[in-house]
C-alpha cells in the first residue's frame, strides 16, 4: 500500500450532474497529481497540484477543476457529466515536480456516468 | 501530442522464464521514463526509473534499457513469477507524465 487514500472507491452519476472525487496525499507529500484512466487504457493526465497551485494541466476541458488543501490533499471536480467521463479517475502525490520524482497512486474511483 | 506506444498488448510467459515488454515514444526532449505495474482494481505500481542520461538500470530481477536513437524502451522481467502477472505502462516525462497503452502480462505456471 502507498498511503495514498481516494475516495469514494466507486461511484455512479447521471450525466449532466456533477461529481467531487477526494486524495489523501501520502505523509511528506505536497503535490498531487490527477489522471484519468478509461478502460484497457493508459492514464491520462489531468492536471497537478502543487503547495495548493496548479502547475501543470493536461488536454482537458474546464469542467475539469481541482483543488489542493493547505494539508495537501486534493479534489477533483467534474460538472456537466458526460458519458465519455466514465473512468478510473487516479490521483498520485510525490514530493516536488522536478524529475526523477516518484509517484505513488491511490487506488482510484470508479465513476459511472450513465 | 504525445505518443507513447507499446509493441504488444499482450504476453504471455511461462513461469520461470524472462519476460520483455517493449515501448516506444516520440518526443525526443522526454528526459526522465519509468515502468509501472498495475493489478487488478489497483494503481499503478512504480517498478523502476531511468534518466535519458542512462542507457541501463537494473534493480531486483527488473532491468530497464533506453535506446535514445530509436525512442525506445524496454523492461526485462527475470524469473518471471506468477505475482508478475499484471498490465505494465511504460511513462515519459517532459512537462507532464505519458503514458502507454499498457501490455498485459500473463504468467503461465
Known amino acids: 500500500e502507498t498511503g495514498v487514500t481516494q475516495s469514494p472507491t466507486h461511484l455512479i452519476k447521471t450525466r449532466g450532474q456533477q461529481v467531487t472525487l477526494r486524495c489523501s496525499s501520502q505523509?511528506?507529500?505536497?503535490?498531487v497529481s490527477w489522471y484519468q484512466q478509461a478502460l484497457g487504457q493508459g492514464p491520462q493526465f489531468i492536471f497537478q497540484y502543487y503547495r495548493e497551485e496548479e502547475n501543470g494541466r493536461g488536454n482537458f476541458p474546464p469542467r475539469f477543476s481541482g483543488l489542493q488543501f493547505p494539508n495537501y490533499s486534493s479534489e477533483l471536480n467534474v460538472n456537466a457529466l458526460e458519458l465519455d467521463d466514465s473512468a478510473l479517475y487516479l490521483c498520485a502525490s510525490s514530493q516536488g515536480t522536478l524529475a526523477p520524482y516518484e509517484q505513488y497512486f491511490g487506488p482510484g474511483t470508479r465513476l459511472t456516468v450513465t | 501530442g504525445e505518443s507513447v506506444g507499446l509493441h504488444l498488448p499482450t504476453l504471455s510467459v511461462q513461469e520461470g522464464d524472462n519476460s520483455i515488454i517493449n515501448c516506444a515514444y516520440s518526443n525526443s526532449a522526454s528526459d526522465y521514463f519509468i515502468w509501472y505495474k498495475q493489478e487488478s482494481g489497483k494503481g499503478p505500481q512504480f517498478i523502476i526509473d531511468?534518466?535519458?542520461?542512462?542507457d541501463k538500470r537494473q534493480g531486483q530481477r527488473v532491468t530497464v534499457l533506453l535506446n535514445k536513437t530509436v525512442k525506445h524502451l524496454s523492461l526485462q522481467i527475470a524469473a518471471t513469477q506468477p505475482g508478475d502477472s499484471a498490465v505494465y505502462f511504460c511513462a515519459e516525462n517532459s512537462d507532464q507524465f505519458y503514458f502507454g497503452t499498457g501490455t498485459s502480462l500473463t504468467v503461465i505456471p
Open positions: 505523509s511528506g507529500h505536497n503535490t
Open positions: 531511468i534518466r535519458s542520461n542512462m
